[in-house]
């Protein structure tokens, strides 16, 4: 499965972006998809997930701000984001779990005045 994300980029403290990953096959096909985030000398850290019934989870840091859903007849996930603020700058990976897991390539998400 190949992901490709996109929809980074700067904004100002307060904003909001949408990011969004496309799956190269059926999203059916994919049990659990989501968004993890890398801050530099960080490791990578959960975002939200999204699993093929709808059923979500988001880290504590991200609840209330961020919504993340799929749309199964376009084969993408998107990841709304709301109030952000600096601490939400990093980069930002979608995956993939079917038998495996899979990682598209990052999206920069910074936060900054």
């Known amino acids: 499965v190949q992901l490709q994300a996109s929809g980074g980029g700067l904004v100002q403290p307060g904003g909001s972006l949408t990011l969004s990953c496309a799956a190269s096959r059926s999203t059916l096909s994919l049990n659990v998809m989501g968004w993890y985030r890398q801050a530099p000398g960080k490791q990578r850290e959960l975002v939200a997930t999204?699993?093929?019934?709808?059923?979500?989870n988001y880290a504590d840091s991200v609840k209330g701000r961020f919504t993340i859903s799929r749309d199964n007849t376009r084969n993408t996930v998107s990841l709304q984001m709301n109030s952000l603020q600096p601490e939400d700058t990093a980069v930002y990976f979608c995956?993939?779990?079917?038998?495996?897991?899979?990682w598209g390539q990052g999206t920069q998400v910074t936060v900054s005045s």
């Open positions: 995956n993939a779990i079917t038998f495996k897991s899979y």
């Open positions: 999204i699993t093929r019934s709808g059923t979500t």
